[in-house]
């Protein structure tokens, strides 16, 4: 009885905070609504984070002065590089593992190991989907701002293609956290901070690895950074949507996608 009466009392606060909105944003802010808050939180977030990538995009198109610190720090990081042989090899090597072909390797294995799992099949359209449309978003992205790479003398790696935004800091992003979301409950809890913090690290050194290879500026990859969350956020709210509209609750990112996937019984 008080927690039907407190629950009575909420409504009446809530319906008293809303009511001087406008219908349709009330019902978005309305946790009882099929789609409500989740939804205007999860884009929220996408627009919070596509602000920086604004920015960025701004200075590249404009030639400001941010593209002064990305020559100036391409220029000097590639004479510094240049002189480590065993630096180059070991930036070689993490580039590798943002480079498509690896990733969809992984990829692969991963959707496969999903489907394979009957009941939890939409975790592997989920990382395909993720993928694919996130290498489309990149593709696309690099063609419309059209931003020559790093011109540098002796050049210590080439790459094609356009050079804003990275591609490669982009998958580190959306594609390895697509994946750390997807295993993230079949790690025990106590480990998956850990899980958590080598991701981002992995990214970190994948963007990094980039610059120090020359073939990309600093906006460069943070703009890959940036989008790649944009579009792991937009991705992962999809599938929260969909496991809402089959009856199950929203996703929790520190639970992982699936929650139920990682249960015995």
């Given amino acids: 009885m008080q927690g039907l009466c407190a629950r009575e009392e909420g409504d009446k606060h809530w319906v008293a905070v809303t009511s001087g909105l406008p219908r349709t944003v009330a019902r ?23 602000v920086p990538f604004g920015l960025l995009l701004d200075q590249v198109r404009r030639n400001g002065p941010m593209v002064r610190v990305d020559t100036w720090a391409a220029n000097h990081l590639h004479a510094w590089v240049s002189e480590h042989e065993l630096v180059q090899r070991f930036l070689g090597a993490v580039s590798f593992l943002g480079s498509p072909p690896w990733f969809w390797l992984l990829l692969g294995a ?7 799992r009957a009941a ?13 449309l996130g290498g489309v978003i990149s593709s696309t992205v690099k063609v419309l701002v059209s931003r020559d790479r790093p011109s540098l003398v002796e050049p210590i790696a080439t790459a094609h293609g ?3 935004p990275s591609g490669h800091a ?36 994948i963007g990094f690895s980039r610059l120090g290879l020359g073939v ?18 937009a991705s992962t709210a999809a599938f929260s949507l969909w496991r809402v509209d089959r009856g199950k609750p929203d996703v929790e ?11 015995r019984g």
């Fill in 162 to 164: 356009q050079s804003f």
């Fill in 253 to 263: 990112p520190e639970e992982g996608l699936e929650p139920e996937a990682g249960r």
């Fill in 110 to 116: 991963s959707a496969g190991y999903w489907w394979l």
């Fill in 170 to 205: 982009m998958l580190s992003v959306y594609g390895y956290g697509a994946l750390v979301l997807a295993f993230l409950p079949l790690v025990p809890r106590r480990r998956r901070p850990v899980l958590i913090a080598s991701w981002v690290v992995l990214a970190v050194l």
């Fill in 28 to 50: 978005r802010f309305d946790p009882e609504e099929r789609y409500g808050l989740r939804v205007t939180l999860f884009a929220l977030a996408v627009v919070l984070v596509g």
């Fill in 120 to 132: 939890h099949r939409r975790v592997a359209l989920y990382l395909v989907l993720t993928g694919v």
């Fill in 216 to 233: 990309h500026y600093i906006s460069d990859v943070l703009g890959g950074f940036v989008l790649g969350l944009a579009w792991l956020i």
